[in-house]
């Protein structure tokens, strides 16, 4: 079946997208065969059909710059995040004081002429002494009384290889007239104020951890 040129051009389009029946197809390509001038025309069309390639990659490469960039300004952020949020649950196990209670892990002794206290399986944070004066016999003796305090921290990594040391009195500070040292868990508001029957009722509730003549 023979068409003219005007049919094939209306065909060539089509044609190029494939979207032909069968027998159109074969009628377009006899045309084109025997017509120089529809030939050239679906050259051209298919010329136009083909998309020039963008080899310029610089573009892309800033894109991929700018989202590696982006990760790495969001990794950095979450890592600070996470360290500010340690820092503070550092400070606040840090900041909660607690007494530590004697479970025969606290040693008195006399070492180089000091009296010194030493807390097994932690550290200690802080420690309150008081020294109290009693008659006894007619002669002026001596008593200490004190606690340790730990933090939330210290009792979290407490471990049975851990020890502390601490200083209750100094040899120059009058150590050797120590008659005894008492670990008092107790309110020491206004102690040194009590009465010798308070005071001696103070010793009845704490641990005598050390008397003159103990090692």
């Known amino acids: 079946m023979k068409i003219t040129c005007d049919v094939n051009k209306d065909l060539l389009p089509l ?19 025997t017509c120089e001038a529809c030939d050239q025309e679906l050259k051209q069309m298919k010329k136009e059909l083909v998309l020039p390639v963008d080899k310029n ?16 300004l969001v990794s950095i952020s979450s890592l600070l995040c996470l360290l500010l949020v340690l820092l503070l649950g550092m ?11 004697f479970n025969d892990n606290i040693l008195v002794k006399m070492e180089d002429g000091d009296l010194t206290a030493k807390l ?28 340790l305090t730990h933090t ?14 601490v200083t209750l009195v100094y040899e120059d500070k009058g150590a050797s007239d120590v008659e005894e040292v008492y670990y008092y868990t107790g ?14 009722e103070i010793m009845s509730e704490s641990v005598l951890l050390w008397r003159k003549g103990d090692q």
């Open 120 to 147: 097994m399986g932690s550290e200690w944070s802080k420690f309150s002494l008081t020294s109290i004066q009693l008659n006894d016999d007619e002669t002026d003796k001596n008593y200490v009384f004190f606690y």
């Open 152 to 165: 939330s921290w210290d009792k979290l990594v407490s471990s049975s290889k851990i020890y502390s040391e």
């Open 91 to 101: 400070k606040g196990l840090n900041s909660h004081e607690k007494t530590i209670a």
């Open 15 to 33: 044609y190029t997208e494939d979207i032909l029946s069968d027998d159109s197809r074969l009628i377009v390509e006899e045309h084109i065969k």
């Open 187 to 200: 309110d020491y508001r206004g102690i040194s104020s009590k009465t010798e029957a308070e005071i001696r």
């Open 57 to 72: 990659v610089k573009p892309f490469k800033r894109i991929k710059k700018q989202i590696h960039k982006k990760h790495l």
